[in-house]
């Protein structure tokens, strides 16, 4: 068993669209959880970092963590075309991070 | 301009040669660590090291050399032994007293 799932998409869905990105993971350990934008040929970019459970809300983005269930969230309200992109999620316990392989998100105007 | 530079952008190497690829940093962040991402397996751990000097394995370790002498570069040796190079590697930094990377714009390796 990996030890995060991340439903690898493809996910499209109309400008001004709420898209939900989710990610699951095994190991209880996990106390830090990130949220990564790739776009094509670049480098991750960080747009959220949770720690524990909870929510956490940054303009048009909301992370949700739920650590009882082991699943983790991203919220994109009013969604844009640049918003396109590939979204990682990732977690840890201390110096090693554990990835999900990425969604491929869409938006079309 | 503070950041995390990868050199170069692009590289195509012969098979049987060793290339090394730079990665930069003034963060003034501790650990640096190298990925390899693969289309539809994420990113997968090559080596980290957390301070000048040392440097520990990660899951696809084999075939792959780093060096830690200077805590703003922690270059990575693609060596003849790794069987399949050709990838996108990343470079990550991430500050001791912070549990979050921030990664370098990467470099495509194309073996030929």
């Known amino acids: 068993q990996k030890e995060v799932e991340q439903d690898p998409g493809p996910l499209s869905v109309p400008e001004g669209a709420i898209v939900s990105l989710n990610c699951t993971y095994s190991?209880?350990?996990?106390?830090?959880f990130m949220w990564y934008r790739q776009y094509s040929r670049k480098g991750p970019e960080l747009l959220m970092y949770?720690?524990?459970?909870g929510n956490k809300e940054d303009g048009r983005f909301t992370a949700q963590v739920d650590k009882s269930s082991k699943y983790i969230s991203l919220f994109i309200r009013d969604s844009q075309p640049s918003d396109s992109a590939t979204y990682l999620c990732?977690?840890?316990?201390?110096?090693?991070?554990?990835f999900g392989t990425g969604t491929s998100l869409t938006v079309i105007p | 301009d503070g950041g995390i530079t990868q050199s170069p952008k692009y590289l195509f190497r012969k098979e049987g040669q060793n290339v090394t690829l730079s990665c930069e940093q003034n963060?003034?962040?501790?650990?640096m660590y190298w990925y390899r991402q693969d289309p539809g397996q994420g990113l997968r751990l090559i080596y980290y090291?957390?301070?000048?000097?040392?440097?520990q394995k990660g899951d696809i370790a084999e075939g792959y050399s780093v060096s830690r002498e200077k805590k703003e570069s922690f270059p990575l040796t693609v060596t003849s032994a790794q069987k399949n190079p050709t990838a996108f590697y990343l470079c990550?930094?991430?500050?001791?007293?912070?549990?979050?990377?921030?990664f370098g714009p990467g470099t495509r390796l194309t073996v030929l």
């Open positions: 990732a977690m840890s316990a201390g110096n090693q991070f554990y």
């Open positions: 990550a930094t991430r500050g001791l007293a912070t549990y979050t990377q921030y």
């Open positions: 949770t720690y524990s459970s």
């Open positions: 090291s957390q301070i000048v000097n040392d440097f």
């Open positions: 190991n209880s350990a996990f106390q830090y």
């Open positions: 963060l003034n962040h501790d650990a």
